[in-house]
């Protein structure tokens, strides 16, 4: 069965580092989201994205944050100044219309 | 506001015991309804839809439109059961909506 891939799956980095977080969605999928879990907390929406562009984005997704789909396949997630409450785990979703979300295992990122 | 409120971190049950995994919504329009499962250092694994009335690992969920809720419920715990359940909502925008989530402990 396809799988939503992510990669890395641990990325350490100092704070105010740029970092991008990658995705591979399922191929034939063309909705694509982006969530994060802070260590304790429940998993919160970051961004959708479909056609080419953000279709919503929450309100943490500030100007530090934005997204790709760079080719046909990957989808990334990039923070240009990290800060230490950047610190989550950094899931990848997608789907296809009127179907449920399929989740990659995720990118821990670790702000020194 | 869009809310999903699970009222228990943790339930710890003992194998062959009944389960019932408590979700709360706000929501004010048609949502959808899913359940997924977290298990051990995995991914988020979708387990039920309330659209598709199905039962899977012998989990059922019912949507109630009246109590605003859609817990999840199984009669006869297992031990691999063991995991962090989470309910989610769908509303128009596509979006997922979680609650905080339930970590189930099944009990040899």
């Known amino acids: 069965e396809p799988e939503v891939t992510q990669t890395p799956s641990h990325q350490v980095t100092q704070m105010g580092q740029e970092v991008i977080l990658r995705c591979v969605p399922i191929?034939?999928?063309?909705?694509f989201y982006w969530y994060r879990q802070i260590l304790g907390q429940k998993v919160e929406f970051l961004v959708s994205f479909y056609n080419n562009e953000i279709s919503e984005k929450s309100e943490i997704f500030d100007d530090q944050f934005s997204v790709e789909r760079p080719d046909g396949s990957n989808f990334t997630l990039k923070i240009r100044s990290t800060k230490l409450e950047d610190s989550a785990m950094y899931f990848c979703a997608s789907h296809r219309e009127g179907q449920p979300q399929h989740f990659g295992d995720g990118t821990r990122l670790s702000i020194l | 506001a869009q809310r999903v409120t699970q009222p228990e971190k943790l339930l710890s049950v003992f194998k062959g015991a009944p389960v019932e995994l408590k979700c709360n919504y706000s929501y004010s329009g048609s949502p959808e309804l899913f359940w997924y499962v977290q298990y051990s250092r995995q991914r988020l694994q979708l387990l039920l839809r309330?659209?598709s009335r199905e039962s899977i690992k012998g989990f059922t969920a019912d949507l109630n439109k009246g109590e605003t809720s859609f817990h999840l419920k199984k009669p006869f715990a297992q031990e691999e059961d063991s995991a962090m359940y989470y309910c989610a909502l769908r509303g128009a925008t596509n979006k997922l909506i979680f609650g905080t989530g339930t970590l189930l402990a099944v009990q040899p």
């Open positions: 191929s034939n999928h063309l909705y």
């Open positions: 309330h659209i």
